[in-house]
């Protein structure tokens, strides 16, 4: 099969289509051929070598998610018949033509989604879900505050906000990012390219004083400084990302005076178990609303798998809205 091997350490350049044999499924797994996958900031890290592959995944091949059918069953596995139309995510190895997932951690693709369409979905709507949902608790009527609110799962995550009866505001470094936002349900936001202090005035005119219920922060560093100064009392703080820094100066009077959770997660290192347990809530609570067109993908560009390094390239320069798609074939 081909697959995308970095071949070490560094910028695009180092990124290579390869022949390698296709993986066998083990136990309770399915061996997917790939239609089309889809680029995450996780790719780019791994690519840079800073942000290594857990050990159930190639080391060398990147790719979080996927859309193809079913191919082959490995022992024990009888959940889905040969031909079934899956999507999913895993701890890399996704671009390429074929992978093996278990049989629980893939999802049926609804019906009236293309390949690229369904490629766009499972990392950006499993993270917002289980960010917002699972773990931050999102309900009607909060107040819910999105960091790179133009990147797939920012986008995911004003749909999920929209679909849940929550009011979504946002962040993002361009006028025309944060107009596509809002045609899909963002309630309003604000252009930042430097200091951070005009979100304070943002957010007292949002909430009429009374803050952030509820932050997705995907970018870190001093974003989360100001997530907290944003926040509402008893407000929850879910960090996903660091793309703006690893460190934060936080203000921890300010943090136990708002009796404040913070909490820090990622998908791609959970265990098995959990990552079962995430993609089953997404299909009981966010597929249906795919299904119905409540939500949808939001695709930047879709570019062959030979042109990876481009698609590594343009992600790297901040200039996407949504997410850049990778077709396999």
């Excluded at 946002?170 to 963002?186: E, I, M, Q």
């Amino acid at each position: 099969m081909r697959a995308v091997i970095i071949a070490g350490a560094g910028g695009p350049e180092v990124l290579e289509l390869r022949t390698i044999p296709v993986p066998t499924p083990g136990s309770r797994e399915v061996l997917v051929r790939v239609h089309a996958t889809a680029l995450n900031r996780a790719d780019l890290l791994q690519r840079q070598g800073k942000y290594p592959a857990p050990p159930d995944a190639p080391a060398d091949i990147p790719g979080l998610e996927f859309a193809g059918e079913i191919v082959e069953s490995g022992p024990d596995a009888s959940r889905w018949p040969v031909g079934a139309r899956v999507f999913g995510i895993i701890g890399g190895g996704a671009h390429a033509e074929f992978v093996v997932a278990h049989e629980d951690a893939v999802a049926e693709i609804p019906g009236h989604l293309s390949w690229t369409d369904a490629a766009a979905i499972p990392e950006a709507f499993i993270t917002a879900h289980d960010a917002l949902v699972t773990q931050g608790g999102m309900r009607a009527d909060e107040t819910v505050l999105i960091h790179a609110v133009a990147s797939g799962v920012g986008l995911a995550g004003v749909q999920l906000a929209r679909a849940w009866g929550a009011r979504a505001y946002g962040t993002t470094r361009t006028a025309d990012k944060l107009s596509r936002a809002k045609t899909l349900g963002l309630t309003d936001g604000i252009v930042i390219t430097g200091a951070l202090e005009a979100l304070d005035s943002a957010v007292t005119a949002w909430t009429n004083r009374r803050g952030i219920d509820l932050t997705l922060e995907l970018v870190g560093g001093p974003y989360l400084v100001a997530s907290v100064n944003a926040a509402a009392l008893k407000g929850r703080i879910i960090l996903v990302g660091t793309m703006g820094g690893a460190n934060a100066d936080i203000p921890l009077g300010l943090v136990l005076r708002k009796r404040l959770m913070i909490r820090g997660t990622v998908l791609r290192s959970r265990s098995l178990a959990e990552k079962i347990d995430a993609t089953a809530r997404f299909v009981s609570e966010v597929v249906p609303l795919l299904t119905a067109g409540q939500l949808g993908p939001v695709i930047d560009c879709v570019l062959p798998l030979e042109h990876v390094a481009e698609a590594h390239r343009r992600m790297g320069a901040n200039q996407t809205v949504g997410k850049i798609v990778l077709e396999v074939g």
